[in-house]
C-alpha cells in the first residue's frame, strides 16, 4: 500500500469545488472573482464565508451542513469506487474534513483573461497531510491492525486493504494534531463563465483538484 494508492484515494475530494458556484451577474470584476475563490475556500475549509458573496445552493445559517455534506459525499463517492467498509469510509471522511480544516491560504490577485473570466492567484502553505504514511506502512505489524498473521492471511486482498487503510487514515488524523507545512507556494485557479444559459460564474472542479493537490503535500 505505497504511495500510488494513497494518492488515487485523494482524487475523491477533488470534485468538491464542483458544487459551489456562484450566482451569476453581468459582468463580474476582478473584485467579484477575488471575493467568490475567497468565499469558496473559506466555505469549504472553515464552514463559514462571507456573506455579501452568493454562492448557489447555500443559504445563510446552513453553511456548516452543506460543508458536512460535501464530505459526506465524498465518503459516498470513495465507496462507490474502492471496495471499502462503512468504517474505513468514516475514518476518511474524518481525516480529510480534518486536513480542509488545518489548510493555509491567502487569496491574492486575480487578473482578467482573455475568455473574460479571470486567473485568481492563492498563495498556500501545503499541508503535509500524509507525512510519515510510507514509514507506517513499512512498518505496520499484524497486532497494529488487531489481527493474527494467520487471520489477516485468510482474508480477501480487499479485506486486507481496507484494514490496512483505516489504520493508516487513523494514524495520519492522530499527525494532524501537531500539524506540520511546507513553503508557500503559489496555486492560479480560473474564475469563469459555468453556465452561460442562467449566466453563472465559477471554478470547476479542475480547479478545485488544482487547489487540493497545492493544499496537502504528500512529503
Known sequence: MKRNRIV?????VMMLMLALTGCGQAKPTADDAKAYVQATLDLLCTGDYDHSIDLADVEEGEEEAVREEMFAGVKEELMSSANISDETADVFQEFMFKCFGLAKYEVMDAVETEDGGFDVTV???????????????????????????????????????????RALFNFLIGKLDTPTY????????HYELLDEENNMYGCDEEQGELFAT???SFD
Open 123 to 165: 498563495s498556500v502553505e501545503p499541508l503535509k497531510a500524509y507525512a510519515g504514511a510510507d514509514e507506517f506502512i513499512d512498518e505496520l505489524t499484524f497486532e497494529d491492525v488487531g489481527v493474527t498473521a494467520e487471520e489477516f492471511l485468510a482474508l480477501t486482498a480487499d479485506e486486507q486493504q481496507d484494514i490496512v487503510l
Open 214 to 216: 497545492t493544499a496537502f
Open 8 to 12: 488515487a484515494l485523494l482524487i475523491v
Open 182 to 189: 511546507g513553503d508557500p507556494t503559489e496555486v492560479v485557479l
